[in-house]
């Protein structure tokens, strides 16, 4: 995914360069290293990575542990940054009243915190994560869904990532628009400043880099889901694993 599971094709560089799937699968036994990392190192090469990850040709530094458990992973070579003065959200398709939110927008909203645990679909897990943003329903209410709208189609900045949801996927209390995740600011290497987070999901699913909500007719799968990942990814009932969920 775009995010940090199998987190995340040519086309040109500013809407990113694919990584194949068989280089993820083949190297990502690379994060195994984390294991036994001191925690003071692993904060170190947090920064290191999320520094480093932006301008690797590769995307190999996805593939490496950092601080907290995840790992830094984009299925496109180099995503640009975005912060409020430039950041942009729409909600549009088969709704009433299509919107465009700044960053500001967000964060003026009602939030909503959880904590749960994290599940890659490759295996690792980071227990006890703490995320913060406006409910993927509220935003939906605002702009007035249609009849025959059946499910939502999630795009990103890194012109390469997009997922999908149900209505009623969506419409759940613990999927959120995510501005904060441990209890800070998104950074841009956890897919900031806003990605979506779908707590009883898969992580592939929660894509970073958010930057468009479409409702549509029907599930389109999404980028991972084209290469053979479930499109219902509740956390031990599909992918063939049987990982405890996350809520």
Request: charge should be negative.
């Given at each position: 995914m775009n995010s940090e599971l199998p987190d995340e094709e040519g086309r040109p560089e500013e809407e990113g360069r694919p990584v194949g799937r068989r280089i993820f699968l083949a190297t990502v036994g690379l994060g195994a290293l984390g294991v036994a990392t001191a925690p003071t190192l692993q904060r170190g090469m947090e920064g290191l990575l999320g520094a480093v990850s932006g301008k690797d040709p590769t995307g190999l530094t996805g593939l490496l542990p950092n601080g907290g458990g995840f790992r830094y992973y984009s299925v496109a070579a180099s995503v640009p940054h975005k912060d409020a003065a430039d950041y942009r959200l729409t909600v549009d398709g088969l709704v009433d009243h299509p919107a465009t939110y700044t960053l500001a927008d967000l964060r003026a909203l009602p939030r909503t915190r959880m904590v749960r645990d994290v599940?890659?679909?490759?295996?690792w897990r980071v227990p006890g994560t703490p995320f913060e943003g406006v409910r993927l329903s509220r935003l939906l209410d605002a702009a007035g869904v249609r009849a025959g709208a059946r499910a939502v189609r999630f795009t990103c900045f890194d012109g390469t990532y997009t997922e999908s949801l149900t209505l009623d996927q969506a419409r759940r209390p613990d999927v959120l628009v995510a501005l904060r995740m441990q209890d800070k600011d998104l950074t841009h290497a956890h897919g900031g400043p806003v990605r979506l987070y779908v707590a009883p999901m898969y992580f592939y699913k929660s894509a970073k880099w958010l930057s468009g909500i479409t409702?549509?007719?029907?599930?389109?799968?999404g980028y991972w889901e084209h290469l053979g990942y479930d499109v219902d990814a509740w956390v031990g009932r599909s992918n063939g694993r049987s990982d405890v969920p996350t809520s």
């Open positions: 599940q890659c679909v490759t295996g409702v549509t007719d029907r599930v389109e799968p």
